[in-house]
Nanobody, 115 residues
């Protein structure tokens, strides 16, 4: 079993930056990849960024050039550096971990961007 705890969300003005963190605990040795999803009211949850155990990354087109996903394996922590935030980035952001047993989710952290 894997437990995930997100932090770092908050309120920021458009053009500002935030860094989200996701701390993993439990059977972390079974995690193959981790990612960040987001969900705004009335919208489907979407994959924002993903990183594999070997450091391969991918991003949804809308955040390319603005967001950077990274992992600190020694700390079992994943980060999402979000720069030049826009109002449309407002959503609840969820940490995800993929293991051979399935997907695990954090509780979510709210990001609100004001104009």
């Amino acid at each position: 079993q894997v437990q995930l705890v997100e932090s770092g969300g908050g309120l920021v003005q458009a053009g500002g930056s935030l860094r989200l963190s996701c701390a993993a605990s439990g059977s972390t040795f079974n995690i193959n990849a981790m990612g960040w999803y987001r969900q705004a009211p009335g919208k489907q949850r979407e994959l924002v960024a993903r990183i594999t155990n070997v450091g391969m990354t991918n991003y949804v087109d809308s955040v390319k050039g603005r967001f950077t996903i990274s992992r600190d394996n020694a700390k079992n922590t994943m980060y999402l550096q979000m720069n030049n935030l826009q109002v449309e980035d407002t959503a609840a952001y969820y940490c995800n971990a993929d293991s051979i047993y399935g997907k695990y989710w954090g509780q979510g952290t709210q990001v609100t961007v004001s104009s």
